[in-house]
T-cell receptor, first 114, second 114 residues
Framework: NAGVTQTPKFQVLKTGQSMTLQCAQD?????MSWYRQDPGMGLRLIHY?????ITDQGEVPNGYNVSRSTTEDFPLRLLSAAPSQTSVYFC???WGSGVQETQYFGPGTRLLVL | SQQGEEDPQALSIQEGENATMNCSYK?????LQWYRQNSGRGLVHLIL?????REKHSGRLRVTLDTSKKSSSLLITASRAADTASYFC??????????????FGRGTQLTVWP
């Protein structure tokens, strides 16, 4: 199993550009989530999904959209990038429909918005 | 905020010594999890302890949970240079209807010197 994969690894955007961060898992996990990690901070939840077709907002959802059309994929869309979205983004997945299980994290996408 | 807070923020020890990190949180929880993050990498799950458990072991790791004090500790015994990493606690709040939200602290940076 590849586990949780994220692409791209690095990305530089200009303010106002849009892009999609890809996340895929091959473990048949129902639960998937996106976090951002800023220097000196813990991870903050952006959006999560408890199954295909079901998504919900986390702590910091503004400026981001998600969809979950398949169990495997959970892309994160930046609609109009802003410098405040410069961060490292992590995708995670787990068994079940909640966070009462081990979370498996991807390697992260480092995003710089100029 | 439900966010857990780790203490200390940074810890520097010699190989062979024990390392203890603490996590405090604010509201009742279903479970508490500890994760490790090597520099520039994703998070790796260490231990999950449920609210009805008081202590768990995994190899050189020992986690305790005191729900009356809303705190947890992570002990790494006989530390090695390879244990150098950031350690995060994450809490799953017991809010009844809430699913899918895991709250991370800002982490403890552990440095183990050879």
């Amino acid at each position: 199993n590849a586990g949780v994969t994220q692409t791209p690894k690095f990305q530089v955007l200009k303010t106002g550009q849009s892009m999609t961060l890809q996340c895929a898992q091959d473990m048949n996990h129902e639960y998937m989530s996106w976090y951002r990690q800023d220097p000196g901070m813990g991870l903050r939840l952006i959006h999560y999904s408890v199954g295909a077709g079901i998504t919900d907002q986390g702590e910091v959802p503004n400026g981001y959209n998600v969809s979950r059309s398949t169990t495997e994929d959970f892309p994160l869309r930046l609609l109009s990038a802003a410098p405040s979205q410069t961060s490292v983004y992590f995708c995670a997945s787990s068994w079940g429909s909640g966070v009462q299980e081990t979370q498996y994290f991807g390697p992260g996408t480092r995003l710089l918005v100029l | 905020s439900q966010q857990g807070e780790e203490d200390p923020q940074a810890l520097s020890i010699q190989e062979g010594e024990n390392a203890t990190m603490n996590c405090s949180y604010k509201t009742s929880i279903n479970n508490l999890q500890w994760y490790r993050q090597n520099s520039g990498r994703g998070l790796v799950h260490l231990i999950l302890i449920r609210s009805n458990e008081r202590e768990k072991h995994s190899g050189r790791l020992r986690v305790t949970l005191d729900t009356s004090k809303k705190s947890s500790s992570l002990l790494i015994t006989a530390s090695r240079a390879a244990d150098t990493a950031s350690y995060f606690c994450a809490t799953d709040p017991d809010r009844g209807s809430t699913l899918g939200r895991l709250y991370f602290g800002r982490g403890t940076q552990l440095t183990v010197w050879p």
